[in-house]
């Protein structure tokens, strides 16, 4: 039987981009990963498929798995030779009782890691605009479990140092206790006056902060009725956040968007929203294959075997370019064969497709439903030329009942189809269901039926009552249109058919 491996994984305090390498890495690698509460889910997209998932946190029952148990799965796993990846908010050594996970493994001689991560104590203040220290303001820092008392008469903390001895401290699991800490501060000889701040999800798009100061917190924290996860921070750098709240200021910030465009196209779009301030979800309901129709197969067969033929190759997208390279090469063929051919794609990105493969093309502009693209091209064609046109199973007419008006033969052909994924669904759908995304994106008609569809799929019978819990975002007439036509409510359509155009859309409300 081989042997298993745990990694100890630091996950970070919640954006789902804090997280090591080396821990993403392990993630990738793990047959199974046991994750609880305060470990992003997010981060379970890294998983290789078919590995197992075990949560060990807080379940919808309430029962929690305790931490004796958690230790002897952990080496149970780790004894049918999984690799095993145990995610731990934040860093796994702050509070988060690694040494007792990792002494277990050490009794069984089963190999370990413990990964670090960036821990809350750090990154949510800064995530809040206070830098744990500060030149002008304090040269040292504490991070104290705020969980210990009041129900301990006897404390590992020594408040008297504490209090008055250290420039920054820092609280976690102390919102509940956070009369019995604040009170305690002022009488060890910290001033009342001192500035502080309670900052819950820090990182997360739900983060919320309180700033007050000593005397003042703990009352502001009842009132808002905040609850944990949240740390407290005391100190002067608390004053920082007035200039240098910059999280919270991102324009998107607090909204996690869903992008449902194909993987390969999603990234323009995924940038830019990112680039904001919000998080994208990313659940392209959209692949591109191969095509399987035997005639569609066929007909693009008997394009490559006539590619001498033809006066012009048009492409019209970056699939276009990838597939029917692909089918070139899987036929025998090379470039050679289209030597005579003039080329010519629309939009920069396809250009650019060709580009790395060796051919300088003619570069339309992408607008497909504006006279721009044939005006661009009339100057070249004559009729009685041959064109030929790989595209996708959905492309539009417009291109080619153009050219065949102007006299030229055309042939379009298949080279790739676009199928309805539900990769990546989970994570949307849990999402979803749980209010946590605040808006979706549609970028054509398929992403609409193919995204209701994908949600029926993973088992959510009405997925337009779901939908209709969060603001959607199209980029055109057409896509609004479809969305409508299902049932759905569009929030606002981009005024242009561009991602930037819909990004605009996002950040007007
Ligand atoms: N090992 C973790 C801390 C575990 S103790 C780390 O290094 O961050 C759990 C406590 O951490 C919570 O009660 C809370 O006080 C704090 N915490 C963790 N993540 C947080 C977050 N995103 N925002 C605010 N507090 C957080």
């Not at 998983?47 to 148990?69: C, N, S, T, W, Y």
């Not at 699991?173 to 500035?195: C, D, F, K, Q, Y």
């Not at 968007?257 to 659940?283: C, D, K, P, Y």
């Not at 030229?408 to 995304?437: F, K, M, P, Q």
Request: overall charge negative; proline content about 6%.
């Amino acid at each position: 039987m081989p042997r298993g491996k745990v990694y100890l994984i630091g996950a970070g305090p919640g954006d789902p981009k804090l997280i090591t390498i080396k821990g993403k890495e392990a993630i990738e690698r793990a047959d199974t990963i046991v994750y609880d509460r305060l470990a992003n889910p997010r981060l379970l997209r890294h998983m290789k498929p078919g590995a197992e998932r075990i949560f060990v946190g807080k379940l919808p029952d309430k029962h929690i798995l305790k931490q004796g148990e958690i230790n002897q799965l952990l080496v149970d796993l780790a004894l049918q030779g999984k690799v095993v990846a145990r995610l731990k908010g934040g860093d796994p050594s702050v509070f988060g009782r690694v040494g007792e996970e990792a002494e277990l493994l050490a009794e069984h001689e089963i190999p370990y890691e413990i990964i670090p991560g960036i821990t809350s104590a750090i990154a949510v203040p800064v995530y809040a605009g206070i830098p744990i220290t500060h030149r002008d303001y304090t040269s040292s820092f504490a991070v104290v479990t705020g969980h210990e008392y009041p129900n301990k008469t006897y404390s590992n903390v020594h408040w008297d140092h504490l209090a008055v001895g250290v420039g920054t401290l820092v609280f976690l699991m102390g919102v509940a206790n956070i009369e019995a800490i604040t009170e305690r501060l002022i009488r060890h000889g910290r001033s009342p006056e001192t500035p502080a701040a309670v900052v819950r999800m820090g990182t997360w798009m739900e983060q919320t902060t309180l700033v007050g100061t000593v005397e003042t917190i703990a009352k502001q924290v009842r009132e808002a009725d905040l609850q944990s996860p949240a740390i407290i921070i005391v100190g002067e750098v608390v004053r920082m956040r007035e200039k240098l709240a910059w999280f919270e200021k991102r324009p998107l910030f607090g909204r996690r968007i869903l992008v449902t465009r194909a993987r390969e196209q999603a990234s323009e779009l995924v940038l830019g929203i990112e680039e904001l301030g919000g998080e994208a979800v990313e659940f392209p309901v959209i692949r591109c294959q191969t095509p399987t129709q035997p005639e569609a197969v066929h007909a693009l067969d008997e394009a490559l075997s006539r590619l001498p033929e033809y006066d012009w190759l048009l492409f019209t997208s970056v699939n276009g370019v990838e597939y029917f390279f692909r089918r070139l090469i899987e036929t025998g063929r090379d470039i050679r064969s289209f030597h005579q051919a003039q080329i010519a794609a629309v939009g920069p990105k396809t250009a650019d497709a060709l580009r790395i493969r060796g051919l300088t093309t003619m570069a339309l502009p992408a607008e497909f439903q504006q006279e721009g693209l044939l005006d661009a091209l009339a100057p070249h064609v004559r009729p009685g030329q041959r064109v030929l046109i790989p595209a996708g199973d959905l492309a539009r007419d417009v291109l080619p009942t153009r050219l065949r008006e102007w006299g030229l033969g055309v042939t379009t052909v298949v080279a790739y189809e676009n199928v309805l994924s539900t990769e990546n669904g989970e994570e949307a759908l849990d999402l979803l269901r749980g209010d946590a995304i605040q808006a979706v994106t549609f970028t054509s008609s398929s992403t609409v039926t193919n995204l209701l569809e994908a949600l029926r799929r993973l088992g959510e019978e009405r997925p337009e009552l779901l939908l209709a819990r969060t603001a959607i975002y199209c980029i055109g007439p057409l896509t609004a249109k479809t969305a409508e036509a299902a049932g759905l409510k569009v929030h606002r359509v981009a005024e242009q058919a561009t991602v930037q155009s819909l990004l605009e859309a996002i950040l007007h409300d």
